[in-house]
Every structure is written in C-alpha cells, then in structure tokens.
C-alpha cells in the first residue's frame, strides 16, 4: 500500500480523484462563462466557439463536456432552477406560519435571482429549449409555482396571509422577484440582501399605507 | 370636379385615399402576424418567410411594408410601449389621488400585457433589436419606469402610498405586470380584466391580513 502510494505520487499523471476533480472544475468553468455570456447577448447569439475564444481553449475542448450548446443551455437553467428549489426547501424546514416560511422562501428566491443562474431561468424563454430540456424546464417551473401557491393557501387557513386567489397571488409575488433578474445591477448601490428584503417587504405589506 | 370624381368612379385603380388605407390594413396585418409567431417562437426562431407563409404572400411582398425583420420588431415593440404610456396619460388624466392614478395606471398596463404587442415589449431582451432600435426601446422603458416612479413618490407626500424606496418599489410592480405576459392564457378561465384587478388587488393590499 504504502509503495504503491509513493509510486503513485512520482507519477506525472494525476490520480483518478484529481482527474475527477480537475474535470468537474473545467466543467463548472465552461457552464459559468457560457451563462454570462448567454445572459450578456443571448442565447441564439452566443456561440460554442465564443465561450471557447472566452474561455482560451478550443471548440473540441468544450465537446468533451458537453454534447452541444442545448446541453450548456439546460445545465444553466437547471442549476438555477435546483437553487430556487434548494430556497424552498430551507424556507420550510424553518417553519413558523405560512408567512414566516413564505417570507424566507421569497427572500433567498430573490436572492437567487441576481446570480448568473437564477438570471438564466427567468430570461431564457421555453422555446430556446430543445423539446425534451423544454418539457423539463415548465414541469420545473410549474412544481416551484405550485408548491408557493400552496404555502399561499396554507396561509390563507392560519390566517397569516390575506385570503384571495392563491394561483394570481403566487404570479403576482413570482413576477415581482423573477424581474430583478431584468434590472439588477451587481454594481449598483443596493446589494442582493438589499434588494430582496425591499421587494419582499412591499409584496407583503402593500403600497397602501398599513394605519 | 364632378366631372372629374365620375371619371375616378370608372377606373379600375383604387384611388390614392383608398390605396393609403388599403396599404395600412395590410401592413397591420404584417405586423400582427409578426407579433403572433414572435411570441410563440422568438424572434430568432422566426424567417420574414415564415411571416409571409403565414399570410399566404412572398416574402419581397413584406419587403413593400418594412425594410427588414428588425424594423418589424421595433414596431412590435413600440406599438406596446405606446399603449403602456397612453395608459400611463389617462390615468394622469383621470386625476384623484398618487394611489388612485398608480391603482388606474397599473390595471391599463396589466390589460394592455395580455395583448399581443404587450407580450413583445416584455419578452423582447434588449440585445435582439439593433443596436439603434435597442437605446430607443430603453430609453422608452426607462421613461415608463420613472412616470411611475414620479407617481409612488407623490403618493407618499400626500399619503396614499407606503413609505419606502419609490424604485425598487416602482420594479416591484412592474415586475408582477409585465410578468403577466408569461402566464396569462387566453383560453383561461379568468380575463384580462380579472387578470388586472387581482394583481392590483395583491400590490396594493399586499400579502399579509388587513386589519
């Protein structure tokens, strides 16, 4: 074992654990700039060969971790998706009223939303999709509606959120978050936690004055 | 003149009156069979052929009405725009209180994103417009923005609206109406109007009970 191991060190090749590791960190590279690049100029106008040029590799490069610009695309999205998911999850493992975890949920939501991911989801229209990453995306983004809706209605039960109808109330608060990824400014003057709380705060207090 | 008027009668050839409105009906019809496959497929994703196939025309038959696939865009984009503004004008017309000229605005604006041209201003990203067409449909978009904006500001000096940041609360709403255009469905149970009056319900009362 132990020779076995000190060979292996004087090996100029990587062991397997560092090849899996080295190849996950050119994959996340690869993802990273595309996203960037698919949220700066789209996605029909962004290239494999710009995120290679980018990226000072080649085209073949990027093949080896991906079978195509659809694959990039999904991959983005879904990673945006999973973290909105992952916000909803948390919210509820917190508890509290349905507004508490409603609160939390909204907040790490919009939070997710100034990322590059998050910014990916909410610009990237279905039809850029191929038909399989497509039917993956809506059933995705209908599950997140969905499960919002009904901390929406629980609320309603405890009495914790205004009564109304729940599917509206969810597109209401959703459009007010999903659309910080249309004007956030990651140099501007207010931080993500800034902007989260502020639009949190006025979906659940209103713009009528609380006397 | 009579004599003259008679004779037009006679002629095959429509007269230039006639022929202004006749041109009109047809560009309008370019223009809504544009804004139709736009929505549905993305503007990448639609041909002037497809548009002209649609109609059941040639393609340098478009080409009679609009210079290019850009120009058709812009106008899609800007008949929107001008219908957000015109709502934006009568609800200043209507006078009343901040809260009850933002409560008018904000249900015309919600209407008018159920409508074809609406859907193009919301799903058409910046960088699919030359780069002309692209600082005009800012410039407009940033206008709405502070219209509204200018309106929350007066309704917390006189009291009709909730103290807060005018901005980020003016993205707030906005985000909700423009986000309708994601999700509204026409063959839906509720209407545009039902549509407009539930979120306005939502941002205005807000999340939590009244009390």
Redesign the interface.
């Known amino acids: 074992m132990a020779a076995n191991s000190a060979l292996r060190r004087k090996s100029p090749w990587a062991g397997r654990e560092a090849r899996t590791r080295e190849r996950e960190v050119k994959r996340e590279a690869v993802l990273r700039t595309a996203v960037t690049l698919f949220n700066?100029?789209?996605f029909?106008?962004t290239s494999i060969d710009d995120v290679a040029t980018a990226l000072n590799i080649t085209k073949p490069t990027i093949y080896h971790y991906f079978a195509n610009k659809d694959e990039i695309l999904f991959e983005c999205v879904r990673r945006g998706i999973d973290s909105i998911q992952q916000a909803g999850l948390a919210a509820e493992k917190k508890g509290g009223s349905a507004?508490e975890r409603?609160c939390a949920y909204m907040r790490e939501y919009a939070i997710v939303v100034t990322t590059d991911f998050g910014i990916c989801v909410t610009?990237t229209?279905d039809?850029?999709l191929s038909a399989a990453a497509r039917k993956r995306f809506r059933a995705s983004k209908r599950e997140i509606d969905r499960a919002i809706s009904r901390v929406?209605e629980e609320?309603m039960i405890d009495?914790?959120?205004?009564?109304?109808?729940p599917r509206?109330?969810t597109?209401?608060?959703?459009?007010?978050?999903?659309?910080?990824a249309?004007?956030f400014d990651p140099k501007g003057a207010?931080s993500p936690e800034d902007?989260a709380d502020?639009?949190v705060?006025?979906?659940?207090?209103?713009?009528?004055?609380?006397r």
């Open positions: 700066e100029r789209g029909h106008a507004m409603l610009r229209a039809h850029e929406v609320g009495g914790s959120i205004a009564t109304g109808d509206l109330m597109f209401t608060l959703t459009g007010s978050l999903n659309w910080i249309q004007w207010l902007v502020g639009c705060a006025t979906l659940v207090q209103g713009l009528a004055p609380r």
